[in-house]
């Protein structure tokens, strides 16, 4: 059957997408080139906040009324359970994030409506990946035990688990034999990883570096494999950010010196009712940590506008502390209460208007920051993995440096594929992007 993925929310989901694809074609099944031609569509939600939540329903409304075999699997599926029928009585079937192993066995039984909400992965289902392509997710931790105020993740994708690392490597080592050189460890809070249940067993060799903390440790032995230049991972918590992990990044050039780290807020008072688990004065120190080892180190964070009961004192706290933070790219969100999230009981007394404003002064603020951090790397070298064509202009190559920066250039005639390393020098800043002039290729470099 000709099928069609369309994916809404975090790398998580994108990930769970792709491998849902993986496990589709080694069932039979083909992708189709586009939605229309598609028999089957499958819609993968998100219910971080109600509109996120609203448009993949939306989406999956739309794919019925023009009668196609429809499943929804995802974050709201399992917030919504058997009442994601009520919505959409006509759905045909309906996955939570950690059952999506079983729609192979669900569309070859054809046996609708169909409802799996199950905790219980389908062995193997985590490692299964597309062929071809240059750049893999990989999970490494499922769920999360976190329980900030706010946030639905824990109720809809479970526990805390982390894979045992004999796993991990498994799957990227066969990935770099497949021609992967870059991956992308995800997790709610990867630097978690082995924290609650362990991670290594008897069976691991003990780490040469003398590396004791389960993450830098795991991080060690991907670097190992040959064929993955580059290693990222996402989302950090300041907890994380030991001295461990830096040495992981002075010792192994292929880390990626970006690092994810949403703050949520400045205010010390609004940061413990969300019970992050950090004072402003963490965080900063987090990050100084990390701007200590490379000045150049890209962080890049998440916050929050809007949560219940935050004054213009707080408000103007997250902007004093995104200014000191110096964070090379954020991402704005409007407080959205989530049914169930201890949040929830509180009234959501920030008016919408005033959460809009809140928003755009902090959007206003990043632009200037960014045109600010990248101005600063102007005249400098950086190392580029070439993704392709510019969404822009297709004349040039687009690619991204180790700081998750995109990085744009003429290429001329040279033959390069996505994929590749190659040296840029940077003419041209603007908040967003990076303009340069790429260098000869230098074998002794
Ligand atoms: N596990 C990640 C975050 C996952 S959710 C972490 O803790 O780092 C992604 C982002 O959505 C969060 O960082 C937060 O900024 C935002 N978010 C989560 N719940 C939200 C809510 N109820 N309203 C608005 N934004 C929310
Ligand atoms: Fe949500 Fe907090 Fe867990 Fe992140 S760490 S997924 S924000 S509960």
Not at 78 to 99: E, H, N, S, T, W
Not at 132 to 137: C, D, I, K, M, R
Not at 194 to 200: I, K, Q, S
Request: charge should be negative; aromatic fraction near 6%.
């Amino acid at each position: 059957m000709k099928f069609h993925i369309h994916t809404y929310g975090c790398q998580m989901n994108v990930r769970d997408s792709e491998a849902v694809e993986a496990l589709l074609v080694a069932a039979g099944h083909e992708k189709a080139a586009h939605e229309g031609e598609a028999e089957l569509v499958i819609v993968n939600s998100c219910t971080v906040r109600q509109k996120a939540e609203e448009k993949a329903i939306g989406k999956a409304g739309n794919l019925i009324a023009a009668k196609k075999l429809t499943g929804l699997m995802g974050c709201a599926v399992k917030r919504m359970g058997a009442d994601v029928f009520k919505r959409l009585p006509k759905l045909d079937f309906a996955v939570g994030p950690r059952a999506f192993g079983l729609i192979p066995r669900i569309v070859e039984e054809g046996r609708f409506p169909r409802l799996e909400l199950g905790d219980d992965l389908v062995p193997d289902c985590l490692a299964a990946h597309v062929e071809g392509g240059w750049q893999a997710f990989v999970t490494v931790l499922l769920g999360c035990d976190s329980r900030c105020s706010y946030c639905i993740v824990p109720d809809v994708r479970g526990h805390e688990y982390s894979r045992p690392a004999r796993e991990v490597v498994a799957e990227v080592a066969a990935l770099a034999r497949r021609g992967v050189r870059e991956v992308c460890l995800l997790g709610q809070s990867v630097l978690r990883y082995g924290v609650r249940n362990t991670a290594w067993d008897e069976r691991d060799a003990p780490s040469p570096g003398g590396y004791t903390e389960a993450f830098p440790r795991l991080l060690e032995a991907i670097a190992s494999i040959p064929g993955i230049e580059r290693i990222r991972f996402t989302s950090a918590h300041p907890k994380g950010c030991t001295d461990e992990l830096v040495r992981a990044y002075r010792e192994f050039p292929q880390i990626c010196r970006h690092l994810h780290l949403p703050v949520q807020s400045g205010s010390d008072r609004i940061l413990a009712e969300m019970g992050r688990r950090y004072t402003r004065e963490e965080y900063l120190a987090a990050v100084g940590k990390l701007r200590d080892f490379d000045p150049e180190f890209a962080v890049t964070t998440d916050v929050i506008v809007g949560y219940p009961g935050e004054t213009e004192a707080d408000f103007e706290a997250t902007r004093s502390l995104m200014d000191e933070a110096g964070f090379d790219n954020a991402f704005v969100f409007k407080y959205s209460p989530r049914p169930g999230t201890r949040a929830a009981a509180l009234a959501d007394d920030v008016p919408v208007e005033e959460k809009e404003r809140r928003d755009q002064v902090l959007l206003e603020d990043q632009e200037r920051r960014g045109q600010e951090r990248n101005d600063r790397l102007v005249g400098t070298k950086r190392e580029v993995m070439v993704e392709g064509p510019s969404k822009r202009n297709k004349a040039r190559l687009s690619g991204r440096d180790g700081g998750n920066r995109i990085v744009v250039w003429d290429e001329g005639a040279a033959d390069v594929r996505p994929g590749s390393l190659v040296n840029v020098v940077i003419a041209e800043a603007h908040p967003q992007i990076l303009v340069g002039e790429r260098l000869p290729h230098c074998p002794t470099t």
